[in-house]
């Protein structure tokens, strides 16, 4: 069963600052990853998707990286701002049933 | 991009009463569509697939009596929470899928009970 972490739970950084989110996976077995933004109370925006071929993808000032030999994939923002505070969800595609499975998610704030 | 549609966006009920929550595909056709529901403060955990005009597929632990699911369409999925109680209470987030991969998902659902 793909088990899928997210480190760390919360981050909390000022204003400016380049920051990473971690996703870990159990299974290398994917079709892809994808990382998503959720606002409170909100549903989910979909900020990169990134193929089991593909080794990074950038939109922006957000930048994803994939490594499946190690199971890993960041999420890499640069100068955060006071808008980029939500939860930040990976979550990986294995073609089963065309199913995704979600990590932990990170909840960033970013500060004035 | 495609667009899902989920209605209503909360939702206040008294225990006992049955609930229906609507998730529609606008500009595309949904072969798939996909109902999560999700805790405070925890990730989305998959409750079921469905597939147009078939029967939903329930995941491990999940009642397929207390949460009716109907994809009459390949615009129109339902999820009908029945007999309501407080521990259903939470947000609910459908999505649809058209090629099997890429899911587009609603706004969500936030469920009070009473």
């Known amino acids: 069963k793909q088990e899928v972490t997210q480190i760390p739970a919360a981050l909390s950084v000022p204003e400016g600052e380049n920051l990473v989110l971690n996703c870990s996976f159990t299974?290398?077995?994917?079709?892809?990853l994808q990382w998503f933004r959720q606002d409170p109370g909100k549903g989910l925006t979909s900020l990169l998707l990134?193929?089991?071929?593909?080794r990074e993808q950038t939109s922006g000032r957000l930048n994803a990286s994939l490594d499946k030999s190690s199971g890993r994939s960041t999420l890499y923002i640069a100068a955060s701002q006071p808008g980029d505070s939500a939860t930040y969800l990976c979550a990986l595609f294995t073609g089963t049933a065309s199913k995704l499975t979600f990590g932990t998610g990170t909840r960033l704030q970013v500060t004035l | 991009g495609a667009v899902v549609s989920q209605h209503p966006s909360r939702v206040i009920c008294k225990s006992g009463t049955s609930v229906k929550i609507e998730c529609r595909s606008l500009?595309?056709?949904?072969?798939?569509m996909f109902w999560y529901r999700q805790f405070p403060k925890q990730s989305l955990m998959l409750m079921a697939t469905?597939?147009?005009?078939?029967?939903?597929?329930?995941e491990q632990g999940v009642e397929k009596d207390k949460f009716l699911i109907n994809h009459a369409s390949l615009t129109l999925s339902t999820l009908t929470v029945t007999s309501a109680h407080p521990e259903d209470s939470s947000f609910y987030i459908c999505?649809?899928?058209?090629?099997?991969?890429?899911?587009?998902f609603g706004a969500g659902t936030r469920l009070s009970v009473l």
């Open positions: 469905s597939n147009e005009g078939s029967k939903a597929t329930y």
């Open positions: 299974d290398s077995a994917i079709y892809n």
């Open positions: 990134i193929q089991s071929s593909q």
């Open positions: 500009d595309f056709q949904a072969t798939t």
């Open positions: 999505s649809a899928t058209q090629e099997g991969d890429i899911q587009y």
